[in-house]
């Protein structure tokens, strides 16, 4: 089993409506990590979390909220989804300011 | 604030050329420095990272990267290319204490046979 799993794989949605992407790890990670990915842009940042109770923007989260439901548990929702939202996403988890990230296969989310 | 600057989109080698692909950061101090390699369609998966140790770093698949700090460059190189090197790289760093990991725009190599 994959250490991070990102649920679902792909996913095709209209303008307007919500829609969450879930990630969950059995690292052992606190902190958890979304990012996006763009052709040409390379990854950035949307929210981060240290722990449960520590939630903070990153460099893009106008449009983007997020919920810390455990440990291991970091979902991303897009509240009313607009086409330049469509986009690869990836959930990735650290155990220190020294580790690397470890990411999951990635959402890849389109918006019609 | 910590950037990353990966110079060149796209790089294309022979097989058995050398591959380099270039990487600059700005901070003020030493940061974390890690690469990552994305093969199409999957997550990205970590090459090798700096972390104030040795300044040249081995990593998987016969990559290495060397930390220079008076040129703020962290390339990666690779002696031969192999047809299975072909996909995008991408360089990262990470500041002591933060917890943010910033990426560079990514570069695409492609191996030519």
């Known amino acids: 089993d994959a250490d991070v799993t990102q649920t679902p794989r792909n996913r095709i949605t209209k303008t307007g409506k919500r829609i969450m992407l879930e990630c969950s790890q059995t690292k052992g990670h606190d902190r958890m990590y979304w990012y996006r990915q763009d052709p040409g842009l390379g990854l950035r940042l949307i929210y981060y979390s240290f722990d449960v109770k520590d939630i903070n923007k990153g460099e893009i989260s106008d449009g983007y909220s997020v919920s810390r439901q455990a440990q291991a548990k970091f979902s991303l929702s897009l509240e009313s989804a607009i086409p330049n939202q469509t986009a690869l996403y990836f959930c990735a988890t650290r155990e220190g300011a020294e580790s690397p990230l470890h990411f999951g296969n990635g959402t890849r989310l389109t918006v019609t | 604030a910590q950037s990353v600057t990966q110079l060149g989109s796209h790089v294309s080698v022979s097989e058995g050329a050398l591959v380099l692909l270039r990487c600059n950061y700005s901070?003020?101090?030493?940061?974390?420095l890690f690469w990552y390699v994305q093969y199409p369609n999957q997550g990205l998966q970590l090459l090798l990272k700096y972390t104030s140790a040795a300044t040249l770093v081995k990593g998987i698949n016969g990559f290495e990267a060397e930390f220079k700090k008076s040129e703020t460059s962290f390339h990666l190189t690779k002696p031969s290319a192999h047809m299975s090197d072909a996909a995008e790289y991408f360089c990262a760093v990470s500041k002591g204490g933060y917890q943010k990991v910033t990426f560079g725009t990514g570069t695409k190599l492609q191996v030519i046979p």
């Open positions: 901070s003020s101090v030493p940061p974390y």
